[in-house]
C-alpha cells in the first residue's frame, strides 16, 4: 500500500537533483505560494484559464489517498526555507482502470525536465494502485506540456476535442520507455559528476595545519599533484597548509566553488555542508567518518546530511570516504600516502583500504588510473553513477570495481551491461558467506543465495568476476594493455620445460587450449633453436635462451593462424638478465593477438605476471569476455496464453490465510496454468477407493502422492511410483493418507529442476539444472535474473552438466531444448510479475522428445513489503 510519506529524489537535465514527495495538509500556504509564483500564462495553460490563487486552488492535491488520487511536489531549500517548484497529481476516471494526469513548474525552473521526471513517477505510483492509463486535456498552445508527453517514451495518442487536445497512453513501462529513461538519467548523472571530475576550484572544510592530519594530507596531495585550479584551505584559525592561505570560514572565499571536500569532525558535518551549500556548491566529498557505519546515530546523521544535499539539488560523495583523484584535472583530493600513476582504468572502491592495497600493487604492474574514486558509506554517488560517467570518458578504457554491497542491482545490471558492450567491467564482491540465510523450504532456494545472485547478475551483464585481489590486479594488467584474444588456442614459450607443462596444465584448467604448432611454424622454429629444443607447443628453448632467442622466435609463434594468445616465461639464468628479455618482450610488442609475459624473478618486471597461473587465469578470463562479446543481446520474446490476473487472484486468495503460505494443489495447478506452464495431469482424492478408480480412469502405470501443501514427498515417504493397478493405487492411498494425488507415471526423459526463487535484494531468480531426488546432491544448478533473454535460456538449457542432460545422456534420446525454453520463459514472466511468488519447484520437469511436462510442483507464497528506494536513478 502507497502511503502518504512517499519521497522520491530525481535527477534533471542539468544535474541537479530535486525532491519529489507527497504534499501533506499542512503544505497548503506553500503550494498556494506556488500558485501565486506561477505567471498567468503558467496558471492560464494548467487551469484552462486565470484561475486565482486562492486558498482552495491547493486543497485537491493535498494528503492524496493514492487509490483515488495522487499527487507529487517538487521541492527546494533557499534562504534556509523549503519551497514548492512543482506540482504533479492525477485523479481515477469513471473507468477505474484511467485517471486524469497534469503538471505545472514554476517558470524559472522550466526548462530543466522536471515534468517528465514528475510523470514517470506519477505513473510508477498510479500503476502501482492499478491505473493503468493516463489521459490529460490539454490546450494546444501549452507546448511544453504536450512536449513531455510525447518525449517521455510512452505509447501517446491525441485527438482534438472541443479545443482541446486530449492525450491517452498506458502507463506500463515498455522497453522503449526504459530506454528513455535510462537515457534521460545517463545524461543527468554524468552532467552532476562534473564538478567533481573537472572541478576548477576546491575548498577543503577541515583542514587543519597540524602536519599528517587528513585535512593537511588532503590539501597536500591537492598542491603535490599539480592541480592547476584554485584551492582553498578552511580552518577555525586561519594558518596556511601546505603553503596555501588558508580562510577561517567558508563565507570569506569570493570566488564560486565547484567542489567541496569536508574532513570535519562528523558532529559538525552538516553545518559545514550548509555553508558550503549555501554558496551554490553542488558537490561534496565527505571524508569525515562517524556515519552510518557507527550505528543508529551515524545512520541518522547521514539521512540527515543526504536531505540536506539534495534540498540544495547536491550530489554526495560518501561519506566515511578515502577521497577522489582525477588525472586529467592533476587532482589528488585523497589523504592516501602516495599519488595514483596516470593511465586508463577507473577505479571505483567501497573500501579505502582495499584501494590503498591496490594502488600499492598497480606500481609494480605498471597500472595507472584515469581516475579513483572511493565511495565510503555511498549514500549518494554510487558505482552505478560512476559507470554512467566512466561509459563517455575517453581517458577510461577499463572500469574497476570493488562492491561490498549493492543499493539498485538491477539497475546496476542494466548500466553495466550496457558500459560492457564498450569498456570491460572487473568486480570484485566480497561477502561471499551464507550465513545468516533463510532456512530453503524448496530445492530452487536451497540451492539459491547470494552469490547465485551475483554471479548471475555479473554473467548476464557482462561483467568480469575477481575472486581476489590478486586476480584483479591480473585482469586490470591483462585488459588494460593488451587486445582481446580472438579464441582459446595458446601458445606457451618458456626457457624451463617444467614451468612449460605447469603453464600448461593452468591453461586447461582456465578453460584455454594449447595445440600443436602448425608444421610450417615448427620448421621455422626449427631454423632459429638448438636441435634439443621442442618447437611444438609448449616451445621449450632450453635455459641457455638469451634475450635474442624471445625476439626472434616470438614472432614467428605469433603468426601462427592456429594460434589465438602467447604466454612467454621466462626463469631467470645466470647469463641472462631479467631486464634484457623484459625488454625483449616489450620490443617485439603483440598485434592483433595479446602476449602475456611471466617472469619467475624476485621482482616481477613492470608489465609482467608473477606465475604462469595467475596469467593463465587472467587469459581464460579475457576469452570469456571475448565470447559475452560476440553473444547477441538477445531479447525477451512476448508469451501468448497468459493470464496474469487471474495468476494474481490465486496468489491473493492464498495470502487472505496469512503472511506466507504453500499453495494447494488445486492454488497450484491454477498458478501455472495461468501462465501455459506444462503439467501432468492430475486427480486429487480424498479416499483410497476413489484412487485405485482415478488409477483407472488415468491409465496404468500411474503416481500416487500425498497432496499435503509444500511437502517434500520424497523424504517424507509420501510418493509412491509407478503402480500397474488400482489395488496398489488404493494401498498406496491409504499408507500415505488421503488426500492424495493419482498421477499418470511419466519416465523416458531427462529429469530436470525447473524454480524460482524472489531474492530481497536482486528480485527474482530463475533456476535451472538437473532434477529429481539428486538436485541438490548433484547441484550444477544455474541461475539467472528475470525477465530472461533468449540467450538466458540457450546458457541454461545447453552449457554444463544441465546441456548433457537434455542433448541425451548415455544413449537417452535428447530432450525438446524448444519446449524447455518455452517452459523458462514464461516462468520468468511468472517470477517477474508476481514477487509474491517467494519459492517455486518444477522439480522434477521431464523433458521428452516431444515437449517436457512438470511432474512435480511446490510454490510459497509470502507478503511483499514494497521496498522504497528515495533515489530513482
Partial sequence: MIGSSVVRDVILRDGETLRLRAPKVEDAAGLTRFFADLSERSRYLRFHGARAPGAGLATPFLDPDWSERGSLVGTVRADGEERVVALASWARLRDPHS??????????????????RLLEQLAELAGEAGVECFVAEVMPENVAMLTVFAEAGFDVSRHLDSGTVEVAFPI???????????????????SSLLPFFEPQSVAVLGASPRPGSIGETVCRNIVAGGFAGALHPVNR???????????????????????????????????GAQSVLARGCRALCVISAGFAEVGAEGQSRQEQLLELVRGHGARLLGPNCLGLAVTKTALNATFAPRSFPPGNIGFSSQSGALGLALLERSVSRALGFSSFVSIG??????????????????ATDVVLLYLESFGNPRHFGRIAGRVARSK?????????????????????????????????????????RAETAQELVDLAALLSAHPLPRGRRVA????????GILCTDACEASGL???????????????????????????????????????????????DPEIDAVIALFVPAATVSVEDVSGALRAVGEGAKPVLPVVLASETPSGSFPYPESAARALGRAVERSEWLRRPAGIVPELEGVNRQAAEETVANALARGDETWLTPTETRSLLGAYGLPVVAEEMVSDPASAGAAAARLG????????????????????????????????????????????????????????????????????????????????????????LTDQDVEELIHDGKTGQLVAGFRGRAPSDASALADLLHRLSRLADDLHGVAELDLNPVVGLPSGCVAVDARVRVARVEARRRTKTW
Avoid at 99 to 112: L, S
Avoid at 534 to 559: C, K, T
Wanted: proline fraction near 6%.
Fill in 377 to 394: 558509506n555511498k549514500a549518494d554517488v554510487s558505482s552505478n553513477d560512476l559507470l554512467e560517467y566512466w561509459e563517455d570518458d575517453p
Fill in 513 to 559: 587450449e594449447v595445440p600443436v604448432l602448425s608444421p610450417e611454424t615448427r620448421a621455422a622454429l626449427s631454423e632459429l633453436l638448438p636441435s634439443e629444443a621442442s618447437v611444438s607447443n609448449p616451445v621449450d628453448m632450453l635455459g641457455s635462451a638469451s634475450a635474442e632467442s624471445y625476439r626472434q622466435v616470438l614472432p614467428v609463434v605469433q603468426a
Fill in 700 to 787: 496404468f502405470p500411474v503416481v500416487v502422492k500425498t497432496a499435503e501443501p509444500g511437502a517434500h514427498k520424497t523424504e517424507s515417504g509420501g510418493v509412491a511410483l509407478n503402480l500397474m493397478t488400482a489395488a496398489e493405487a488404493e494401498d498406496a492411498a491409504a499408507r500415505i493418507g488421503v488426500p492424495v494425488l493419482v498421477q499418470p507415471m511419466i519416465s523416458g526423459g531427462a529429469e530436470l529442476l525447473a524454480g524460482v526463487v524472489q531474492d530481497p535484494l536482486f528480485g527474482p531468480l530463475v533456476a535451472f539444472g538437473p532434477g529429481g531426488v539428486f538436485a541438490e546432491l548433484i547441484g550444477e544448478a544455474a541461475f539467472r535474473i528475470a525477465p
Fill in 424 to 464: 570491460p567491467i572487473l568486480a570484485m564482491k566480497s561477502g561471499s558467506s551464507r550465513s545468516g540465510a533463510r532456512a530453503a523450504g524448496s530445492h530452487t532456494a536451497a540451492l539459491a543465495g547470494s552469490e547465485e545472485a551475483v554471479n548471475a547478475l555479473f554473467r548476464q551483464a557482462g561483467v568480469i
Fill in 237 to 271: 584559525s586561519g594558518e596556511s597548509v601546505a603553503g596555501v592561505q588558508a580562510h577561517r570560514a567558508v563565507e570569506e572565499i569570493s570566488a564560486g566553488i565547484d567542489l567541496a571536500v569536508i574532513c570535519l569532525p562528523a558532529a559538525v558535518v552538516l553545518d
Fill in 99 to 116: 485517471a486524469e494526469v497534469a503538471f505545472a513548474v514554476r517558470d524559472d525552473f522550466q526548462g530543466k525536465g522536471i515534468g517528465t
Fill in 492 to 499: 606457451v614459450l618458456t626457457n624451463a620445460g617444467g614451468l
Fill in 172 to 190: 506500463a513501462p515498455t522497453e522503449r520507455y526504459r530506454e528513455r529513461v535510462d537515457r534521460r538519467d545517463h545524461d543527468a548523472v554524468v
